[in-house]
């Protein structure tokens, strides 16, 4: 797990340890030193702690002229023993929503599973970004499916037209604006 780094092709737009707004502001990384585990394998010290054992994350990229926020994630989703969505929902989230950030890509293609608990946490998110949206990238199949076994995809769209699975080569700005499209298009808007 140590190898598995976040997407740093975007540094040169966005760096989330320079942002003031960013929950992150002022972090300074060590990349000689791996002190990060989950299930006791070190990850890359690159990776954001959020307050779970068992998730990381990544700001990718903040718009805040627009609204969007590109997350990337590591590890095990868990909200049945960890409750990850609340230390997500509380830590990040409200801060971001705090900015007038309410479009939020969330890239899974390093999330390995997904243990789902009630869904409250997901239902006020989908409440409190009002004229924005959230949806999912990336994640693999059965991750997805045990997401919707617990009404997930109500209030995170996913699947279908949504997985873009060249946004690497895209700028950040012009990836978020495809996804805004796709979105609005599957809302009917």
Not at 95 to 113: M, S, Y
Not at 133 to 150: I, K, P, S
Request: with cysteine.
């Amino acid at each position: 797990m140590h190898d598995i780094e976040p997407y740093y092709g975007w540094l040169k737009y966005y760096d989330s340890s320079r942002d003031e707004y960013s929950p992150f502001h002022g972090k300074e990384y060590n990349y000689d030193m791996y002190s990060e585990t989950i299930y006791g394998y070190y990850i890359a010290p690159s990776w954001d702690f959020i307050g779970s054992e068992t998730l990381y994350i990544k700001i990718l990229f903040l718009d805040y002229d627009a609204g969007y926020a590109v997350i990337e994630f590591l590890g095990e989703w868990n909200d049945a023993i960890n409750n990850d969505v609340m230390h997500l929902k509380r830590n990040i989230i409200d801060e971001l929503l705090g900015v007038d950030i309410n479009k939020f890509i969330l890239i899974g293609e390093n999330i390995l599973n997904f243990h789902g608990s009630d869904d409250s946490y997901y239902e006020e998110w989908f409440e409190d970004v009002e004229e924005g949206w959230v949806t999912a990238l990336g994640f693999r199949d059965f991750v997805l499916d045990e997401m919707n076994q617990y009404n997930i995809d109500t209030y995170i769209n996913s699947g279908g037209n949504l997985e873009v699975i060249n946004w690497r080569t895209m700028k950040p700005q012009m990836f978020c604006q495809l996804v805004d499209g796709l979105i609005q298009k599957r809302l009917g808007m």
